[in-house]
């Protein structure tokens, strides 16, 4: 059983389509990290949350982190096909505890 | 700067053989973690570094595993003897200690083991 649950596992959408991925855990953690990994290459930072309700965005992605920081989710408005990828969330469980837990990923193709 | 490298790239070995991945940091970064990914387990935490001592190995699978930092720019993992279920991609990360406790993980592009 995964510390972090990711959904969908995999979605598959044609461009300029908007689409939502979920992290969810029953752990609370410090901060929550969102990750996109293409094929041959390592994992990317996209963005960290921190506080409880937190929004960022980055371009055409949104991130958010539940009030509980138990939970987050990604936003894509108007996917392209360089947004293909596997996205992944990460979590600290206590602040200043080097060790990040990876969940199992959500696999992202966007169609032209 | 180069980011974190990773060497080989690609290892093809038969069961039985001995397998050491090499990880260079990037420098300054007080931080080492090695992970492994496979598409059944996703990305799982091996063994992570600070100031070149293991701080937690409870992700390692068993004693055929080992890991070492002799120094601030260069880390080992050792796989002895290696079996076909350790065939993964073995990714080397690093980070500098985080003021805030959110820390900012580095990737190299990863090791991809294949175990005949």
């Known amino acids: 059983t995964q510390l972090l649950e990711q959904s969908p596992q995999f979605l598959s959408i044609q461009e300029g389509e908007n689409l939502t991925v979920y992290c969810n855990s029953s752990?609370?953690?410090?901060?929550l990290q969102w990750y996109r990994q293409e094929p041959g290459e390592g994992p990317v930072l996209l963005v960290t949350v921190v506080t409880g309700g937190e929004v960022k965005k980055l371009k055409r992605l949104t991130f958010q982190f539940g009030d509980a920081r138990k939970d987050s989710s990604l936003h894509i408005t108007a996917a392209q096909p360089g947004d293909t990828g596997l996205y992944l969330c990460?979590?600290?469980?206590?602040?200043?505890?080097?060790?990040?837990?990876f969940g199992a990923g959500t696999r992202l193709a966007v169609h032209p | 700067d180069a980011g974190v490298i990773q060497s080989p790239r690609h290892e093809v070995t038969e069961m039985g053989q001995e397998v050491t991945l090499r990880c260079k940091p990037i420098s300054g970064h007080d931080y080492l973690f090695w992970y492994r990914q496979t598409m059944m387990r996703g990305l799982e935490l091996l063994i992570y570094?600070?100031?070149?001592?293991?701080?937690?190995d409870s992700g390692m699978p068993e004693d055929r595993f080992s890991a070492k930092m002799p120094n601030a720019s260069f880390s080992t993992l050792k796989i002895q003897p290696s079996e076909p279920r350790d065939s993964a991609v073995y990714f080397c990360?690093?980070?500098?200690?985080?003021?805030?406790?959110?820390?900012?993980?580095?990737f190299g592009a990863g090791s991809r083991l294949t175990v005949l």
């Open positions: 570094f600070n100031n070149n001592v293991p701080i937690d």
């Open positions: 990460a979590g600290s469980l206590s602040g200043g505890y080097n060790k990040l837990i």
């Open positions: 990360a690093s980070t500098p200690t985080g003021s805030s406790g959110a820390n900012v993980l580095t």
């Open positions: 752990s609370v953690f410090s901060s």
